[in-house]
Structure formats: structure tokens, C-alpha cells
């Protein structure tokens, strides 16, 4: 490897990891744990070998046609690249990494937490024991849905989306999934396949989105495709924001067409949608699928995997572009 590359770390990481950044590289921390205007990035990023920004960075065409020519990677702390311009990263022949599999236990245990929370109205539960409204118990109070034996569907099979099945069947839910391809047996575990995304549906009392976005999957969830959900069905969301037209969404929720949501992202972050936030009949984070410590420092080792890998002119593991 070069000399001490130099890379612009654009937030504040676990410190086991810019431990390990210090070691082998000559970094600009962001110790504040600021967020950089596109302007400060670039400005940042003069100079500079590598890049390590989170998904809070908007990397649009606009940004990496004006990133200085000594950039030659990205390394995402992040699964998700949608923050990314793919195709303007491989005009500029600058290689693109990301950190899959690292995240998906975490991703899964809030997309269990948010199905749990939304079935068992636990905003609403939570709000009422914080402001002092409970005041009476009765047969009627607070009554929710069962998740125990329903059926779940999962849109998107991928890492995330087979941890949540194999967490899910800890409820005996049953598994449905749509997923561009059919997975091998030992991975389905049973779950049943639908090639197409009305036909699940339309046969499912959860939705759980685990797909990435991207120009073919957003707005995956239309008002058209919302009409194809069974009436009161309930949707988890721990992928992207930007998979679902909350417009539609909000109407179907307080329609009652959709029961009740359990959303860990939204299309505009961070702050989510002040309209799903006035509904009691959401279950909402604020994007922490991937925040526990060992998931952070997991996410931190792979982007820096990625970067060493590169820098011994190897490729790195999780190139995207
Ligand atoms: C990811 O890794 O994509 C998570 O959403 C956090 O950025």
C-alpha cells in the first residue's frame, strides 16, 4: 500500500475504528460529527486519495462531477448506496464500496421490533404511560392484532430479508416472499415464492420491505399496489423511505385500508413526515436499523476492508461501481 493515503472521513465512527483509520491512513476526522454541505465535501475532499461517507451524504451526479481527481474510492459505511450516483462514480472511474451482511441482524431485530410495535400499538401505549393518560383498563382498551401464526410477506429476500423470515418463524408466522429470483430451498426455509408482488400482497396480513432502492424499486409501493393489499394489513419498513408513495401510504392508513405501520425510514430523513408522525396508527424510528455497537463497528471494519483491499491493488470485496 502507498504511503499513508489520505482519506476524508465525512462522520464521527466508533473509535475502534478511526483507531485502526489512524494506523494505516492520514485521515480528516470530523470529530463534531458535523454534517458537511455538498460545498464543504468537495472543498474536504481536495487533496484527498479515498472517501468515507455515510448514507447522509448526498453523493448526486452534480457532487462527484466536481470531486477532485485524486479521489479513486468511495467506501461507504453503509449497505444502502442510493445516496450514491452509481453511474456518475464509474464515469469518473471511481470505485464504489459498500458494507453488506454486517447489518442485517440488527436490520432484522428492528423490523421484528417495528411488526411487534405496530401489531401491539405500542407508540400509543408508550405515549399514554409518558403523559399520564391511562386511566382506566377494560376488555376493549388498547387492543391490537396477533402476530403469532399470520402471515408475513417479504419483499426482498435478500440478507436482511432471510433474517427476518428465520426471526419471524420464532412467531410461527408464515413466510411469503417476492424477490427478483427464486432462492435455492436451503435458503427459502420453507418460505413460499411469488414472482409477482401483487399476487403477495394480496395474500399477506405483514409486508416487511428489504429491498434496496433504486431507479427499479422506488416508489415499489404505489396507491395502485396499496389498493392490492388485503384491508388492514400491516407494513414494516426498514429499507428506504423512498420505496413507498407516502402519499398513498398516509391515505391508506388513515382509511384504515392499511391498519398500521411500523416505519424505521421515510423520504425525507431526518425529520420523517410530520403526517405519519400525527398518526396513532404508526409505530416510528428514526433509522437505527444498523445502531448497536457491534453492528457500527462491524459496518466501520468492512468499509476499511474495502479501502485496505484497494490500496494493495486488490479488488475490495463489496465493489458496487
Ligand atoms: C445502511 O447501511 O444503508 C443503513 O441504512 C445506515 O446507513
Request: glycine content about 8%; some cysteine.
Amino acid at each position: 500500500m502507498p504511503a499513508n493515503p489520505k482519506v476524508l472521513v465525512t462522520r464521527k465512527l466508533p473509535k475502534a475504528v478511526e483507531e485502526r483509520l489512524n494506523n494505516d491512513y492520514d485521515c480528516h476526522f470530523n470529530p463534531d460529527d458535523r454534517l458537511y454541505s455538498s460545498d464543504e465535501l468537495v472543498d474536504f475532499a481536495q487533496g484527498m486519495d479515498a472517501i468515507l461517507p455515510c448514507h447522509t451524504e448526498k453523493l448526486t451526479a452534480d457532487v462527484v462531477a466536481r470531486l477532485p481527481d485524486t479521489i479513486k474510492i468511495v467506501a461507504n459505511f453503509s449497505v444502502g448506496v442510493d445516496h450514491c450516483d452509481l453511474a456518475a462514480f464509474s464515469e469518473r472511474s471511481i470505485v464504489v464500496t459498500n458494507t453488506p451482511d454486517v447489518l442485517s441482524d440488527a436490520t432484522a431485530e428492528i423490523a421484528i421490533l417495528l411488526m411487534l410495535g405496530a401489531a401491539r400499538r405500542a407508540g400509543e401505549g408508550e405515549a399514554m404511560m409518558r403523559n399520564g393518560s391511562w386511566k382506566d383498563w377494560s376488555p376493549a382498551f388498547m387492543v391490537g392484532t396477533s402476530v403469532t401464526g399470520k402471515r408475513l410477506g417479504i419483499i426482498g429476500m435478500g440478507r436482511v430479508g432471510q433474517v427476518v423470515a428465520k426471526r419471524a418463524r420464532g412467531f410461527d408466522m408464515d413466510v411469503h416472499y417476492y424477490n427478483r429470483s427464486k432462492l435455492s430451498s436451503e435458503l427459502e426455509q420453507g418460505a413460499m415464492y411469488h414472482d409477482d408482488i401483487d399476487s403477495l400482497l394480496a395474500s399477506c396480513d405483514f409486508i416487511s420491505l428489504n429491498c434496496p432502492v433504486n431507479p427499479d424499486t422506488k416508489g415499489l409501493l404505489s396507491r395502485k399496489r396499496i389498493s392490492k393489499m388485503r384491508d388492514g394489513a400491516i407494513l414494516i419498513n426498514t429499507a428506504r423511505g423512498a420505496l413507498i408513495d407516502e402519499e398513498a401510504f398516509i391515505d391508506a392508513l388513515k382509511s384504515g385500508k392499511i391498519a398500521a405501520a411500523g416505519l424505521d425510514v421515510y423520504c425525507v430523513e431526518p425529520g420523517g413526515n410530520p403526517e405519519i408522525s400525527q398518526l396513532p396508527n404508526t409505530f416510528l424510528l428514526p433509522h437505527i436499523g444498523s445502531a448497536n455497537q457491534e453492528t457500527r463497528d462491524a459496518m466501520g471494519y468492512r468499509a476499511l476492508d474495502n479501502l485496505d483491499a484497494f490500496f494493495k491493488g486488490s479488488e475490495p470485496n463489496d465493489r458496487v461501481a
